[in-house]
């Protein structure tokens, strides 16, 4: 019939993710609202990806470039820089590298906004922190500072950015591939997406996000070899610790306070959506207090994999916060002031970004937040400078 012809399970596009995307993507000049995916990006040239969301633009799926240096030319695809949903009315098309999600078998042909999110919004949270997907009615989200709470034996809210829960798979997924972990603990600014212009304060930070628990199992039920909650040196298959149980050492917590810059160590508290950690709570009013005001990192935070990875899609190579491609994040110009290399030689730092699409890489936040010939960030917890 005439009025089925617009796509599959009745959807106003050819497959889910453009479903979602009808809303969900827009033509902006900065950030807005819940758009997670810039409009009329393209590769090679210096159309932007401006969303400022705390998971990232989709778009800079769509932005690759060149790499030239030593006798050599390649280039850097743009589907290696984050999940590669496919939304075909809006030029999204599966990873053409990876059939499987790494660590797991979840196929990258089925992948979708709702592989992560339900599109129904069915998951709730009750009053004790428990979820479910049948029970007390939902009257509220459950991902906000300005959300409502749940009314115990009265009403549930939804879970955090409606992510599906134990037991969730898409209905046109077929095999075996239900979620065994729910969804995580958090809960994100009212405003949530736009220019940030620190790294350590909250006001600055539009991306500052309070991760209480369970993100990284929350990634494991598609990258479930990924997971690693403890660390034993020279481990087989060892990749870096994330999980409820990879708690900060005391001298990691110590590091991540003190971290500035590359060669300063003078902060006290300086909590950075950059190189988030996790507060190890699911009590929300302790995680809205987080969002207000960071507290200095502990032996009681872990770190999860959002520590270093965006989760839909960044503008550096395997999704991560933050360029790894070189040794220096920033440079300097004649008079020492930081800025990002927008030079054409071998070393350049990113891949072909110009400064400004630097600067969206990283949500907005100007070279100058970083310092001149800052190295990468991972140094915010081990100080390797």
């Avoid at 009315?89 to 592989?115: E, I, K, M, V, W």
């Avoid at 306070?257 to 006290?268: H, I, K, W």
């Avoid at 959002?306 to 220096?328: D, I, K, V």
Wanted: glycine letters at 10%; charged letters at 15%.
């Amino acid at each position: 019939m005439p009025q089925y012809e617009t796509g599959p399970y009745l959807l106003k596009a050819q497959d889910q993710s453009g479903s979602c995307l009808n809303c969900h993507q827009a033509a902006d000049t900065t950030g807005s609202g819940y758009h997670i995916s810039t409009a009329n990006v393209t590769p090679y040239d210096s159309t932007r990806a401006v969303e400022g969301t705390p998971g990232g633009d989709f778009a800079w799926l769509k932005k690759s470039f060149p790499l030239s240096g030593r006798n050599m030319m390649t280039t850097i695809d743009g589907d290696r820089k984050g999940h590669n949903i496919i939304a075909s009315d809006f030029g999204y098309t599966a990873d053409r590298t990876l059939t499987a999600a790494p660590g797991g078998t979840y196929p990258a042909a089925n992948l979708a906004c709702s592989s992560c999110h339900d599109p129904h919004g069915t998951y709730r949270r009750f009053a004790d922190g428990t979820q479910a997907r049948t029970g007390l009615p939902i009257f509220n989200s459950g991902s906000y500072t300005s959300s409502a709470n749940p009314i115990a034996g009265v009403s549930a809210v939804g879970v955090y950015r409606i992510l599906g829960g134990v037991g969730y798979q898409p209905k046109s997924l077929a095999g075996s591939y239900a979620f065994v972990a729910p969804a995580p603990d958090a809960v994100a600014k009212s405003s949530y997406n736009g220019v940030s212009t620190t790294v350590d304060t909250a006001a600055g930070q539009k991306d500052l996000v309070a991760y209480g628990q369970g993100m990284s199992e929350f990634c494991a039920n598609c990258h479930t070899a990924m997971l690693e909650n403890a660390y034993t040196s020279g481990m087989k298959g060892l990749v870096h610790p994330a999980g409820n149980s990879a708690k900060l050492t005391a001298p990691i917590a110590a590091n991540y306070n003190a971290y500035v810059t590359s060669g300063v160590m003078t902060g006290t508290i300086g909590y950075s959506a950059l190189a988030p950690y996790e507060l190890g709570t699911n009590d929300y009013t302790t995680l809205k207090a987080f969002v207000a005001s960071p507290t200095a990192a502990t032996t009681s935070n872990n770190v999860l994999c959002l520590s270093c990875h965006r989760a839909h899609a960044s503008g550096f190579e395997s999704m991560t916060r933050y360029s790894l491609t070189n040794e220096f994040m920033t440079v300097a110009d004649a008079t020492g002031a930081a800025l990002y290399d927008s030079s054409t030689t071998e070393n350049k730092i990113n891949y072909g970004l110009s400064v400004q699409q630097q600067t969206d890489a990283y949500n907005g936040r100007p070279a100058t937040v970083f310092g001149p010939y800052a190295r990468n960030y991972c140094n915010k917890c081990h100080a390797k400078d």
